[in-house]
């Protein structure tokens, strides 16, 4: 799948730096038939949630495309202390930075989908 990464490049280099993953999948044809094409994919940091005070919440970003899916992630984390592994081992705390070019990014080049490579 090839992606335009101009606009979530902060989030893809934070996922780097910090050694994350970020996963981004499609919802079933009756999920999205039922609450909508906004939902068909989400994204997220596999096994992160965002703390919240004493509790723990699992984020994601939702969108008719998987940039706005991105977009839609990197704003519900933004400034918030993501928590990796809460109850593992390998727990980390990392805090994520504000990005305030959100509303920018979201103007930016429309997202093109191929499905002979991975991203």
Known sequence: MKINRQSYSAL?????????SLIVNER?????????EDCRFYAEFEHAEVKD??????RFGDGATV???????MKKISGQLLI??????????IQVPEW???????NTERLWVST???F
Do not use: C, H
Request: a negative charge.
């Open 67 to 73: 940039e706005e899916a991105l977009l839609d992630y």
């Open 116 to 118: 002979d490579t991975a």
């Open 12 to 20: 893809l280099d934070f996922e780097k730096e910090n050694n994350l």
């Open 100 to 106: 305030s070019d959100l509303n920018r990014a979201r």
């Open 84 to 93: 990796v592994d809460a109850y593992g081992p390998a727990r980390q705390e």
């Open 53 to 58: 005070g004493a509790i723990l919440i699992g």
């Open 28 to 36: 079933s044809f009756n999920y999205v038939k039922e609450l909508g």
